[in-house]
């Protein structure tokens, strides 16, 4: 492995829903994702988010386990409906307290926190009463949340995320409905995605204005993007692959960065995809303090010639018929189990494209991770294709480096195994395995290779 920079920034990441469990306690109003998996079929197994990995309770044996590793950074997220159970009005002091004291624990320990403010547990109420992030008053209430924590937090934490991947919340909660709240619709996940990126703008502004000048902090978005590249060199394959980059990631980051939503977009969209007022423009533009990525995979990019079947929402990466892409992979390519490609030099690539679009924005990955079937075998999991993973993502980061790219920071997600989604617990991300019923933590073969990795001189 070679040498990263002195400052480099090495984490692991988590979010709330995922690992905290203790869905009810103190005063905890339900979720979005607390509705959603008690319908059925929704969720692999029936799983759910009630117990989790407990990290409510166990919170203080999580930051030994990180200690142990070496990491520098967590970046976790606040549950919103911990914060305030409906959504709306005043702070729960139990809440904050957990917050609180996880916060000072990290400090205590050496490790810095990255908070991000919403990672997809809206409070229930919210999408009830106002119609969740297809709403216009969504935005201003997550800005008020939003003060809440920094009120709280912020003289202690000094890295925000307001937003993790609203693409995903966009397509996979609205488009294909298989994340909550379970919407399928071809308009709603651009409505979604709009309120969205208002949202992180608002949050933005009222931390500019009433925060950062004395917090001194930092404050961005995670957006997820896999790597397109092109399946031939014809020069219909070649906008392919850029039209779906764009359908992705610019999508979000064009807004942030640019201030305005891809022409490619605004064209294969039409009239669904809302527009921006001048002073939306002007909010959004600017407000990321840094470029957060979030990179699983890639896929091969191939124009579709008009054949994809209109009212299809499914392939990942946005709406297959706006985009007009054929999405395929290489069959050499290994796969992991939630059957992602492993290709480490696609990393490298999307790395340099942002670089290019965004004039040479500070990176930093605040998610990368495989799954795998781990198993326990004599209290140990040998997991090598993880290490292999690792390996190759984090040789392709040193790669951009050395081209030039400003990564600044890694967080491998995850720290431990939890609750994947629709998926369950079936997929297994974490460095450390988890057995879920007796909520047991293991460090893996890779969190130890991960310690050693990152001490390298
Ligand atoms: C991200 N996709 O989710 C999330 O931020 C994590 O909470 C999650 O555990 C992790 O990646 C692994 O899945 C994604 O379909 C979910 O492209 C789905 C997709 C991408 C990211």
């Not at 409906?86 to 957990?98: L, M, Q, T």
């Not at 008020?144 to 996979?172: M, Q, S």
């Not at 004039?359 to 993880?386: K, M, S, W, Y």
Request: hydrophobic share 40%.
């Amino acid at each position: 492995m070679r040498k990263f920079p002195e400052d480099f920034i090495w984490g692991t990441a988590t979010s709330s829903y995922q690992i905290e469990g203790a869905w009810q306690d103190d005063g905890k109003g339900p979720s979005i994702w607390d509705a959603f998996c008690q319908i059925p079929d929704r969720i692999k197994h029936g799983d759910h988010g009630r117990v989790a990995c407990d990290h409510y309770h166990k919170w203080r044996e999580d930051i030994t386990l990180m200690k142990e590793m070496g990491v520098q950074a967590y970046r976790f997220s606040i549950a919103w409906p911990r914060i305030q159970p409906d959504g709306k009005g005043k702070a729960n002091p139990k809440g904050i307290a957990f917050y609180s004291d996880l916060i000072d624990a990290l400090l205590e320990n050496g490790i810095e926190p990255w908070v991000t403010l919403y990672h997809w547990d809206l409070p229930l109420a919210l999408q009830l009463e106002e119609d969740g992030w297809l709403s216009p008053s969504i935005p201003a209430y997550f800005a008020e949340y939003a003060a809440i924590c920094f009120e709280h937090f912020g003289d202690r934490v000094k890295n925000w995320i307001t937003l993790n991947e609203p693409w995903v919340v966009a397509i996979l909660g609205y488009g294909q409905g298989v994340f909550a709240p379970g919407r399928t619709s071809n308009s709603e996940p651009y409505l979604a995605g709009h309120q969205l990126l208002l949202a992180h703008a608002q949050a933005v502004d009222v931390y500019r204005k009433q925060y950062q000048p004395r917090q001194q902090g930092r404050i961005g978005i995670s957006n997820n993007c896999d790597w397109r590249e092109p399946l031939t060199d014809s020069s219909a394959d070649k906008a392919a692959a850029e039209r779906a980059l764009e359908f992705f990631l610019a999508w979000f980051a064009d807004p942030i960065y640019k201030g305005h939503y891809p022409a490619s977009m605004v064209k294969g969209v039409g009239d669904r995809l809302p527009a921006f007022s001048a002073a939306e423009r002007k909010l959004l533009k600017g407000s990321s303090d840094f470029f957060g990525l979030n990179h699983y995979t890639t896929m091969f990019a191939a124009d579709s010639q008009g054949k994809i079947e209109k009212g299809s929402v499914y392939g990942n990466g946005g709406l297959s018929e706006d985009q007009d892409v054929s999405l395929s992979v290489d069959p050499a390519w290994k796969q992991t189990s939630m059957k992602w490609s492993i290709v480490p030099w696609g990393c490298r690539k999307l790395l340099e494209w942002i670089d290019a679009r965004y004039d040479r924005p500070e990176i930093v990955i605040t998610e990368n991770g495989c799954a795998f079937d781990d198993q326990l075998v004599d209290g140990e999991v040998n997991d090598l294709d993880r290490i292999a993973f690792y390996a190759g993502y984090l040789e392709a980061c040193h790669q951009a480096i050395e081209n030039g790219v400003k990564l600044s920071g890694y967080f491998a997600w995850s720290f431990m195994d939890n609750f994947e989604w629709a998926s369950g617990y079936e997929k297994r991300f974490g460095l450390h395995y988890v057995n879920f019923e007796t909520l047991e933590r293991i460090p893996k073969a890779s969190a130890r290779w991960f310690r050693d990795m990152m001490q390298l001189p």
